[in-house]
């Protein structure tokens, strides 16, 4: 059965020892994928200059039409849209911007997102696009355990946040779904002891604030939580092996990175079990990879900026939409059976990357460092200064509560180890336990203090 044919009926769920949500689809050859995903593209690039004002102008203007796409490749004949192109269309064409392909009656659902600019740029989707996405959130989910015996505790952000709605996708798989809401951490482990949640999603330092503030409330995450699988997107960490496993001892659970874009899907790729790579919603979405300055694609395997192209979603087709983020893919089959692309790692934003003296440096690969030393808490905080025209990286860290060495010596090994794997030689400060502040949501590690340079 293909995923099209699934309908909103219990029947539709395998049994829970299926190892897949759709057999046929997830374990295809990768010429197959391959020519699901031409066909899927040359119908949605039409559909796109059949129903959107702005890509007929800016297609016609670029002297490309559909019908040249014969082959996967040939995407790249077509401009580049960004963030600021979809809220240029959206004040030019109120109130949805004239990407939208679809009259506006079979528009059923937006999310929106704000950005630095505070202007709320709408996604829309229709009905068909909501139910698409929510059966690619529950194979999703499938792979990475998730079973309708199940009890998933959703605390993500339902307003306007894309985020929210997965939550459907977990109850179309059958697991037994709490709308819980981002409420207040002492609320949230209280609905989740109650009712004994087995399964909750959240970010990486929001996983790690809500285990710690569990324990200074005499509850232990391991015993008195039912909680098996956590869920984690929106920063790197989940990504960052030494982050997950410093997670999953806290919670005594398997924790699973997933990645999403508030422009497209609440999660376009996520971990099976294998936990090596997040498998991507190749079915809906066209990945490129490319090298930001020259937009040539990058090899297999190397860094470079995520650009998107929707294959389905029809409400607002996205076509070559620069991401920003900064990743790298596979797509050698899995050892769990699916052959799907994987999504290696999201290195960072291009945002915030920093540049220290001519070495690119995410702050995402000083956490890999911070969180390998278990003298160190895992807590970190980079500032970056100018200082004779110079920068200057100083990273600062928290000893362990259990450290009982100088800090000096603490200070100089964590220095060498930043500097082997990134080859940057930092100043580091080493400071007491508890002093950086806890992030409740995405964590601002970063404080750049060069005037002008990266405002
Ligand atoms: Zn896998």
């Known amino acids: ?22 057999a046929a689809l997830e374990t295809q ?13 040359q119908r949605h690039l039409r559909h796109a200059y059949a129903g959107s004002p702005y890509y007929r102008a800016a297609w016609d203007a670029a002297g490309v039409h559909p019908d040249q796409v014969k082959s996967l490749d040939d995407i790249r004949r077509f401009p580049f849209i960004t963030k600021q192109t979809l809220r240029e269309r959206q004040l030019a064409a109120p109130p949805f911007g004239d990407l939208v392909a679809v009259p506006e009656r079979d528009i059923v659902y937006i999310s929106a997102s704000s950005g630095s600019t505070g202007i709320p740029t709408a996604s829309p989707f229709t009905a068909r696009d909501f139910d698409d996405w929510m059966d690619y959130e529950a194979r999703q989910f499938w792979s990475s355990g998730l ?65 710690e503030t569990a324990k200074k409330e005499g509850i232990d995450p391991k015993k008195d939580l039912a909680i098996k699988r956590i869920f984690v997107a929106g920063e790197p960490g989940g990504s960052i092996p030494e982050t ?25 790729a996520g971990m099976c079990e294998e936990k090596h790579g997040l498998h991507w919603a190749e079915d809906h979405i066209l990945a490129e990879v490319l090298d930001p300055e020259t937009g040539e694609p990058v090899a297999e395997g190397e860094r470079g900026e995520l650009v998107l192209t929707t294959l389905k979603k029809s409400a607002r087709p996205m076509v070559r939409f620069r991401s920003g983020d900064i990743v790298s893919f596979t797509s050698e089959p899995c050892a769990c059976g699916r052959t799907s692309q994987r999504l290696l790692g999201v290195h960072g934003r291009l945002d915030d990357m920093l540049i220290i003296k001519g070495v690119n440096l995410f702050p995402s690969d000083v956490e890999a460092v911070a969180r390998k030393d278990h003298d160190l808490t895992g807590e970190y905080k980079l500032v970056v200064e100018r200082i004779d025209h110079l920068d200057h990286l100083t990273v600062e ?8 060495g100088s800090d000096t010596n603490l200070a100089e090994r964590f220095a060498k180890h930043l500097k082997s794997v990134t080859g940057v030689l930092p100043a580091v400060t080493i400071l007491p336990p508890d002093t950086l502040p806890r992030a409740t949501h995405k964590a601002k590690r970063v404080e750049d203090r060069r005037s002008g340079v990266w405002a």
């Open 1 to 22: 059965m293909g995923h099209a044919d699934r309908h909103l009926s219990p029947s539709s769920v395998p049994a829970s020892d299926a190892p897949y949500w759709d």
């Open 29 to 41: 050859s990768r010429a197959n994928w391959d020519a699901l995903k031409l066909d899927l593209l």
């Open 147 to 211: 079973r309708p015996e199940d009890r998933y505790c959703h605390s993500l952000n339902f307003s306007l946040f894309v985020g929210g709605p997965c939550v459907l996708g977990a109850q179309k798989l059958g697991a037994l779904s709490i709308h819980a809401g981002t409420v207040p951490s002492e609320r949230l482990l209280t609905i989740a002891r109650q009712f004994q949640a087995t399964a909750i999603w959240t970010t990486p330092s929001y996983a790690w604030y809500l285990g």
């Open 244 to 268: 997950r496993n410093r997670i999953e001892e806290l919670w005594g659970a398997s924790v699973y990175d997933y990645y999403g874009l508030s422009d497209i899907f609440g999660s376009c």
């Open 397 to 404: 860290v928290e000893r362990a509560a259990s450290y009982k």
